[in-house]
């Protein structure tokens, strides 16, 4: 596609549920990366995919956080058991592997309620 | 473990000025340097990569320039306008490719 999308955009939840997150990278992008970012706050660096696998999932902020991602395209983020604290701007980024730029997606705006 | 600081935390000026933006990170062995925009309730906008072989990239009214050695980065806005108000993240690229990203900095640029 022409850019990173992020679905939802916004998604409001009761505590306890788990929720799905949704990227999907620019076509040929190999990395992919899953940032947070709460209110006031800077981005948190959560996980890193390059192709399928994660290299670098030393973000994750504790073990109710997963992520997967299906060859070189989708990335879910899942967040098990929610918590108020896990509200946030969750944002997904790609790029080509090597020293290249990244691309951001608009994000989803998480709210446990 | 990168650490990566910006001053001014905020910067109001009046349209027209000229200003600069700092960055300053802890561990110089970076491949890049990103500069990005973040719109209130948006993504991030990208606005100029720096290569750790180069000093400086310029895109219209905008320069930045990397002196990796001593870990700093500026960012130099030319005549400032209205449009320009938003919050400007500095990121240096590392190990994995991945990015540390500063708190910003929060530019107000008033009519």
């Known amino acids: 596609g022409a850019g990173v999308s992020q679905s939802p955009s916004n998604k409001v939840t009761e505590k306890g549920k788990d929720v799905e997150l949704r990227c999907d990278p620019i076509s040929g992008h190999t990395a992919l990366y899953w940032y947070r970012q709460r209110l006031g706050q800077g981005l948190e660096f959560l996980i890193y995919?390059?192709?399928?696998?994660?290299?670098?999932k030393s973000g994750l902020p504790s073990d109710r956080f997963s992520a997967e991602r299906t060859g070189e395209s989708v990335s879910t983020l899942t967040i098990q058991r929610t918590q108020q604290e896990d509200s946030a701007v969750y944002l997904c980024?790609?790029?080509?592997?090597?020293?290249?730029?990244?691309?951001f997606g608009s994000g989803t705006r998480l709210t446990v309620v | 473990k990168q650490e990566v600081t910006q001053i001014p935390a905020a910067l109001s000026v009046p349209e027209g000025e000229n200003l600069v933006l700092n960055c300053s990170f802890t561990d110089s062995a970076i491949y890049n340097l990103q500069w990005f925009r973040q719109d209130p309730g948006k993504g991030l906008t990208s606005l100029l990569l720096i290569q750790s072989s180069q000093r400086e990239q310029t895109s219209g009214r905008l320069n930045a320039s990397l002196d990796k050695s001593s870990g700093r980065s500026t960012l130099y806005i030319a005549a400032s306008q209205p449009g320009d108000s938003a919050t400007y993240l500095c990121?240096?690229?590392?190990?994995?490719?991945?990015?540390?990203f500063g708190k910003g900095t929060m530019l107000l640029v008033s009519p």
């Open positions: 990121a240096p690229q590392g190990g994995y490719s991945t990015l540390t």
């Open positions: 995919f390059q192709g399928n696998s994660a290299p670098d």
């Open positions: 980024a790609s790029s080509l592997p090597g020293s290249d730029g990244y691309t």
